[in-house]
């Protein structure tokens, strides 16, 4: 009886430890409306999840190293003063009063750790397409351990004040780890049905690279799935409505000894579009 009881708890430990590590995976900006009026207040939340797993995020302030916002000029404003997260009706609140396209900036820091068993590690590592580090995996012949890393999450979200999207924050790289970088604004007129990207990893081009586009109105599964070519690009259809995320996982080795196997960046671009007029 007792050692049916012990493999229940453990059984119980790996359920809890791999929905607590599918729910840190995910993670983006999420303003009230996309689209608004200049000057106004702009409620935003902190989203981690997807599906029935999907909530506001619990992260505390002090682990956020940075909450900016690029105007459509180019010019950049610290708002981290502006963040409250776990306030009930919304993280951050903001107010932004130039016309055109906007793009925030979040960036954590990087002392989150997990650690999963190895069948589900290796799993994790497959499903996200990080080929290099089941391979390295597999050379150091530890794909029978447990699995660990330490991780930062980064997340990126256009916003359009008024009615006019312009500017060049939408396309302009903001110096993140791992970053998604649209090549075209999606709020621009006329709306294009594609939107191509650029995935950069310490500012240079990331082949190989899975991103995940996701519906965040129905968001328990991925509606596309494209990997980065030699250049670093994908392109993604995009319909005239809806909220929508992009996201990408990339990793490294760290040396033996080090206090984790992998240094992880989750990274996000969300974006959305009023519904059609009737």
Do not use: C
């Not at 050692?3 to 359920?15: E, F, G, K, P, T």
């Not at 997260?85 to 993280?91: K, L």
């Not at 604004?185 to 586009?213: C, E, F, M, N």
């Not at 990339?250 to 009737?278: K, N, Q, V, Y």
Request: hydrophobic content about 40%; glycine content about 8%; aromatic content about 6%.
């Amino acid at each position: 009886m007792r050692s049916h009881s012990r493999i229940a708890d453990a059984l119980m430990l790996v359920l809890a430890t791999a929905g607590t590590q599918a729910v840190a995976h995910d993670f983006w900006l999420q303003p009230r409306d996309f689209h608004a009026e200049s000057g106004g207040e702009w409620p935003l939340t902190l989203q981690v999840g997807h599906g029935a797993a999907r909530q506001r995020s619990p992260i505390p302030l002090q682990r956020i190293e940075r909450f900016d916002a690029i105007a459509p000029d180019g010019r950049s404003y610290g708002l981290h003063g502006r963040l409250h997260p776990g306030r009930v009706d919304a993280d951050a609140d903001l107010r932004l009063d130039a016309e055109g396209t906007w793009l925030l900036v979040l960036e954590t820091d990087d002392r989150a750790h997990s650690r999963l068993p190895a069948l589900r590690f290796n799993d994790y590592l497959d499903s996200e397409g990080l080929a290099p580090a089941l391979e390295q995996r597999r050379r150091t012949q530890r794909m029978d351990l447990d699995g660990s890393e330490i991780y930062r999450r980064v997340a990126k979200s256009l916003v359009q004040v008024g009615s006019v999207a312009r500017g060049d924050a939408a396309m302009i790289p903001v110096g993140l780890e791992l970053e998604i970088v649209p090549e075209r604004d999606p709020y621009a007129q006329p709306r294009s049905p594609t939107l191509p990207v650029r995935v950069l990893y310490h500012g240079t081009a990331l082949a190989g690279a899975r991103i995940k586009q996701t519906l965040l109105e129905d968001d328990a599964e991925p509606v596309a799935v494209r990997t980065t070519d030699s250049a670093g690009r994908a392109t993604f259809d995009l319909p005239p409505s809806g909220s929508w995320l992009l996201n990408v996982v990339w990793t490294r080795a760290l040396p033996a000894g080090a206090e984790a196997d992998f240094a992880t960046t989750f990274s996000s671009l969300s974006f959305g579009h009023a519904p059609p007029h009737p």
